[in-house]
């Protein structure tokens, strides 16, 4: 089991930047694929970015490719979503999650932090 905490959403204004945080903690040796995800008022949660533990190869959705940049830092067991030209549409509540069962299915996730971006 894995336990995940993000941290760094808040209110930034269009176009400006932010960098999401999402420390994971407890027994396990962290060697699992993350990924972030969001969810805006009244829809429902969508894919937005991925990061493969040993290849560190990445994934993106459409609508994010270019601006936004997920990493991490295994030894600090921290993943991170650098969002750069942030825009009003993207105000959500942005959870990470962990591929602790090695499934390519995310099966744990944080209490996500909320992400404002005013016009």
């Known amino acids: 089991q894995v336990q995940l905490v993000e941290s760094g959403g808040g209110l930034v204004h269009a176009g400006d930047s932010l960098r999401l945080s999402c420390v994971a903690s407890?027994?396990?040796?962290?060697?699992?694929?993350m990924g972030w995800f969001r969810q805006a008022p009244g829809k429902e949660r969508e894919f937005v970015a991925s990061i493969k533990y040993w290849s560190g190869n990445t994934y993106y959705a459409d609508s994010v490719k270019g601006r936004f940049t997920i990493s991490r830092n295994n030894a600090k067991k921290t993943t991170y979503l650098q969002m750069d030209s942030l825009k009003p549409e993207e105000t959500a509540v942005y959870y990470c999650a962990a591929d602790t069962n090695s499934n390519s299915a995310f099966d744990s996730w944080g209490q996500g932090t909320q992400v404002t971006v005013s016009s």
């Open positions: 407890g027994r396990s040796f962290g060697s699992y694929d």
